[in-house]
């Protein structure tokens, strides 16, 4: 069955500590993976999609199929980091949702 | 940069009033969803839509009903609205595969 799993609803981190938000996918075919970020008030966007392999406000991400994860990582976390995000797995033409995690920076 | 707007930011009906909530988009794209929003549950698929008058069910399409009349809009019809639809409903549009989303319509159900 396809499945998107982020394991930690919440995950609270101090300024300029490193950030890694899990998510584990169950798909038997080729997997197509993205990130969405939700900033308060604000609509969900797209944050970066694992096909790029791009860098998106200092957010990285690497899908590993042997252990079938597409972890978001930053290496300093900022204030403005913090939001709620989903892992979404892409099957033809529609997108499966993780239930999301809510980061949060304290200064 | 695409707009997928949602006609109503806040809702309040009473039980067993029917609901429509409206979604327009301006890309011309192909593919518009339904999406409802809860904390701890994530994004759930109510219905999608690959063209117009086209329409497929999603994950929970239970106690709902959609429309595409036109290609830009997409709409959801609670027939007669229950308290547990209560919820953030968000909108999406796609013509590949990544969904560009609206602003939400917090239904709240009395």
């Known amino acids: 069955a396809q499945r998107v799993t982020q394991p930690e609803k919440l995950l609270s981190v101090f300024k300029g500590a490193p950030v890694e938000l899990k998510c584990n996918y169950s798909y038997s075919g080729s997997p197509e993976l993205f990130w969405y970020v939700q900033y308060s008030r604000q609509r969900l966007q797209l944050l970066l999609r694992?096909?790029s392999r791009e860098s998106i406000k200092g957010f990285t991400a690497d899908l590993n199929k042997g252990e079938t994860s597409f972890h978001l990582k930053k290496p300093f976390a900022q204030e403005e980091d913090s939001a709620m995000y989903y892992c979404?797995?892409?099957?033809?033409?529609?997108?499966?949702f993780g239930t999301g995690t809510r980061l949060q920076v304290f200064p | 940069d695409v707009k997928v707007t949602q006609s109503s930011r806040y809702l309040v009906k009473r039980t067993g009033e029917k609901v429509f909530l409206e979604c327009v988009q301006d890309?011309?794209?192909?593919?518009m969803f339904w999406y409802r929003q809860d904390p701890g549950l994530g994004l759930r698929l109510i219905y999608f839509s690959y063209d117009v008058k086209m329409k497929e069910k999603g994950d929970i399409p239970e106690g709902y009903s959609v429309s595409r009349e036109k290609k830009e809009r997409f709409s959801l019809i609670l027939e007669s609205a229950s308290t547990n639809q209560t919820s953030m409903y968000l909108c999406?549009?796609?013509?590949?595969?990544?969904?560009?989303f609206g602003s939400g319509t917090r239904l709240t159900v009395v």
């Open positions: 694992h096909i």
């Open positions: 979404a797995l892409v099957i033809p033409d529609k997108l499966i």
């Open positions: 999406a549009s796609s013509s590949r595969r990544d969904h560009s």
């Open positions: 890309m011309d794209h192909e593919n």
